[in-house]
């Protein structure tokens, strides 16, 4: 039946439920809930043989207390945060520090340990920017920002420059950026509002999703370092099986990326060997001098460190590149297996909670987004500390949180800030926009 000629005090109820709840985007999904609830209490009330102006008004009292309904739905709707995770984080972000201290001891050529914190505070900003916003408006700008990660590959192509012995750095303002080392997270992130905004189906959807992974992955195999088109790829082979969740087509695209693949590996082997090469302990002990020499020292110092390491700040100057690609494998070697051991426990534990947090998202852009952020820690996380062990071949992959660098500090903090972003939001969205 209708509620039109009783409207005013059905609206003053539902108005007065709103008052307590603060999300705002829910409202109306509330109000039509409360409405059919309201009018089936009526239709009932009036079969009964009751007055429609009185079933009118023991509908709305059947309903509740409005501050008491309200504070409810506020219950029901309100951000989401999980403490237990923000806390077991802050130790890992305490973990960076004491290993930059250890690495600045034992190097005592720069200030890792101000310059890490420095990029820890404008992390915690990006962290705290990325978490409060509104996530759904980076789905509206996914064309933008495809777009405009193109145009920095571009710049990056033509304008970049040559620093720490790795191409693809543009100066800006007198501050080196390296393009190549966010432009693959733009475009995850521009890939998954583009697909999730589309009803494309069937091999449409594979000609749409092929075109947006190949033109940046074609490019990306051509940068000097293929860390970074590894990961675009993984990264989107993850999104695109969470948003299409079809066999077919991602076999099909998983072809398509193997012809590239195929080409490198056929044509210019040197290049290949150091992505696709068997684990790096089988090429180490075959080259101990050159390739394998990393490989190896980083064994030997983890051989060495015993239970409780050889104390902050140990020197050991065979080991190359401590403060960024062996700073795990450093940190053992100061403080020992036992805390190398706490330190992967915890890492397992953060994805661990990363991923049930991503799968209580409901909403498909945030859910994509969600897996694909989830993901990509995952990867670094166990890419690094496998190859410190000699299991996966040595690529550049910092420790996240953890190695120095403060682009990638900023990059893996706005991460983690958009992530618990979109989970904090997870109840807040309207059920007609969620999946």
Request: hydrophobic share 55%; glycine share 10%; with cysteine.
């Amino acid at each position: 039946m209708s509620v039109a000629p009783h409207q005013g005090k059905i609206s003053a109820y539902i108005d007065e439920v709103l008052k307590h709840v603060k999300a705002k985007d829910v409202h109306d999904s509330i109000r039509e809930e409360l409405e059919n609830h309201i009018a089936e209490r009526m239709e009932e009330a009036i079969a009964a043989g009751m007055p429609e102006e009185e079933a009118a008004a023991e509908a709305i009292r059947h309903m509740g207390d409005a501050h008491a309904v309200g504070r409810q739905f506020h219950s029901a709707h309100k951000p989401r945060v999980d403490w237990g995770f923000i806390g077991f984080f802050a130790v890992w972000l305490i973990v960076g520090v004491l290993a930059m201290a250890s690495v600045q001891a034992g190097d005592g050529k720069l200030d890792y340990v101000n310059r890490h914190l420095i990029f820890l505070g404008l992390g915690l900003i990006a962290f705290a920017a990325f978490f409060f916003m509104d996530y759904r408006k980076l789905q509206k700008i996914a064309v933008p920002l495809y777009a405009g990660s193109l145009l920095l590959m571009l710049l990056a192509m033509r304008f970049d420059t040559t620093m720490n012995g790795e191409r693809g750095w543009l100066a800006v303002g007198g501050i080196g950026v390296n393009i190549y080392s966010f432009v693959p997270y733009l475009l995850l992130l521009a890939i998954a509002g583009i697909v999730t905004q589309r009803a494309d189906k069937g091999w449409k959807a594979w000609g749409l999703a092929a075109v947006l992974f190949g033109i940046p992955f074609l490019w990306l195999m051509g940068v000097p370092s293929l860390l970074y088109a590894l990961l675009f790829a993984l990264g989107f082979f993850v999104l695109w099986w969470l948003h299409a969740r079809n066999w077919k087509h991602n076999l099909a695209m998983l072809a398509f990326a193997a012809i590239p693949v195929f080409l490198l590996y056929h044509f210019f082997p040197a290049r290949a060997s150091f992505m696709f090469r068997l684990p790096a302990f089988v090429s180490a002990a075959a080259d101990p001098e050159g390739a394998g020499y990393t490989t190896l020292q980083s064994l030997k110092a983890i051989g060495e460190a015993g239970w409780w390491g050889l104390g902050l700040g140990a020197p050991n100057p065979l080991i190359p590149s401590i403060q960024y690609e062996m700073v795990f494998t450093y940190f053992i070697y100061s403080f020992g297996w036992l805390a190398g051991a706490a330190a992967i426990v915890l890492m397992v534990f953060l994805v661990r909670r990363l991923l049930g947090m991503t799968l209580r998202i409901r909403d498909a852009f945030g859910s994509v987004v969600g897996g694909v952020i989830c993901f990509v820690f995952a990867v670094q996380f166990a890419w690094h500390v496998l190859m410190s062990f000699g299991v996966l071949p040595i690529v550049g992959i910092g420790l996240p949180f953890i190695s120095a660098g403060g682009g990638q500090q900023l990059i893996w903090m706005g991460m983690m800030g958009l992530l618990l972003g979109i989970y904090r939001r997870k109840d807040m969205i309207p059920a007609k926009e969620a999946v």
